[in-house]
């Protein structure tokens, strides 16, 4: 089972406001630098609905094999957004990768 696609999701709390100008230009330039990453599929903004969870927002993506997950992780453009934007800007979150 170590073949299948893999889903990466990246659940979070901003540190700006829910609904800010600031939260959604976060949100826009996510979907705009990281979906643009070749070995990125299905790339997704998601919003927490349930009280039972505290994050706020998701990041969804999925990656065809192992490959492709670390040639997104490595790839400068990631790794600039997470420097620049997700280590300044997210108060707190959790990863998950689960493989179909």
Known sequence: MNNGTIRHMAIFTLKHPAGSAEAEKFLQDGVRILSNIP???NFEVLRQISAKCDFEY???????????????????????????????????????????
Do not use: C
């Open 39 to 41: 070995a990125v599929n």
């Open 58 to 100: 998701g990041f969804s993506m999925e990656f065809t094999d192992q490959a492709a997950y670390d040639a997104y992780n490595n790839h400068p453009d990631h790794q600039a957004f997470v420097s620049e934007r997700w280590d300044t800007e997210v108060a707190g979150f959790q990863e998950i990768d689960l493989m179909k």
